[in-house]
């Protein structure tokens, strides 16, 4: 994340073997630093609320996933991939998503844990958006995924310009040949 710009760059610093040293430290970090907060609070439920908050974040990946998915299988089909998948991918994402948002509207539903931290994630989210919006955003402008996206776009628009091109050369130079 960090060398999208996401994160300080000084977090993208990797060991000759490629691993990020400093990215896993400051992760370690933090999540002592977390437990060491909610190991000491006075609330009994600290481990339930940890997996409740946990959960919601993965299910909100499992949301999202297949929703980017079906977008760039849709919106940018010959964007270079590392493998394909059959036309069923697409089926399968949306299986996927239904599922995913059955499970998170039974947990809010059922428990009010999963209600409290959901709260407290929409109450975080909601509050690290105007910094986002008016910090971060404009950071990320040149940052390696947007510019490759425009590369790839660019190649793409002209490559699509050049094959109009030939096609309608090509019949106008049929059109001629025929009259």
């Known amino acids: 994340m960090s060398r999208g710009g ?10 000759k073997n490629g691993a990020p040293y400093t990215a896993m430290i400051v992760n370690s970090m933090f999540w002592i630093g977390i437990s060491f907060i909610l190991q000491y609070s006075p609330n009994p439920n600290t481990l339930t609320i940890i997996n409740a908050a946990g959960t919601i974040f993965a299910m909100t990946a499992y949301i999202i996933h297949p929703i ?13 991939r590392p493998f394909r998948v059959p036309f069923i991918g697409t089926s399968l994402a949306l299986v996927n998503f239904v599922i995913a948002v ?3 509207v039974g947990m809010l539903y059922w428990s009010s844990y999963w209600q409290n931290c959901m709260l407290y994630i929409t109450v975080g989210y909601a509050g ?5 919006y008016f910090y971060i955003r404009k950071l990320l402008e040149d940052s390696p995924e947007k510019l490759f996206i425009r590369r790839q776009l660019s190649s793409r628009m ?10 309608k050369a090509g019949w106008k130079k049929e059109v001629a040949l025929r009259g």
């Not at 980017?68 to 270079?80: E, G």
């Not at 002209?158 to 096609?167: A, V």
């Open 158 to 167: 002209k490559e699509r310009l050049d094959s109009n091109t030939e096609q």
């Open 6 to 15: 996401y994160m300080p760059p000084g977090l993208s610093l990797t060991t």
């Open 128 to 132: 690290l958006l105007p910094f986002y």
């Open 68 to 80: 980017v998915f079906i977008q760039l299988r849709y919106k940018l089909p010959r964007l270079p």
């Open 102 to 104: 059955a499970f998170l």
